[in-house]
């Protein structure tokens, strides 16, 4: 079984940063794709960011400029740096993860508990 536990979320004032941090542990071989989605009051859950094995990113519109994703392999964690937060990045951030445990080419998606951010204007 694999666990990701994210940590890092809190309130903080428009303009403001926050870090997340999501580690995975458990039965892994290997993670290939990580990343971050959230989900605000009355949404859909959204993808806000992600990285390959091979440190390749991708951001949604709403974020880049302002948000960096990147990732320890050796220590299965994937980082957000939230930077000029603003009231409409409110929401429950979830960690993604896409997990081989075996040696096989067979990968399993995995979620963390969601982390809150409330960014006050």
């Known amino acids: 079984q694999v666990q990701l536990v994210e940590s890092g979320g809190g309130l903080v004032q428009a303009g403001g940063s926050l870090r997340l941090s999501c580690a995975a542990s458990?039965?892994?071989?290997?993670?290939?794709?990580m990343g971050w989605y959230r989900q605000g009051p009355g949404k859909q859950r959204e993808l806000v960011a992600s990285?390959?094995?091979?440190?390749?990113?991708n951001y949604a519109v709403a974020v880049k400029g302002r948000f960096t994703i990147s990732r320890d392999n050796a220590k299965n964690t994937v980082y957000l740096q939230m930077d000029s937060l603003k009231p409409e990045d409110t929401a429950i951030y979830y960690c993604?993860?896409?997990?081989?445990?075996?040696?096989?080419?067979?990968?399993?998606?995995?979620w963390g508990q969601g982390t809150q951010v409330t960014v006050s204007s």
């Open positions: 458990g039965s892994i071989f290997r993670i290939n794709d």
């Open positions: 990285i390959d094995r091979g440190d390749s990113t």
């Open positions: 993604n993860a896409d997990v081989r445990v075996t040696p096989l080419p067979l990968s399993r998606n995995y």
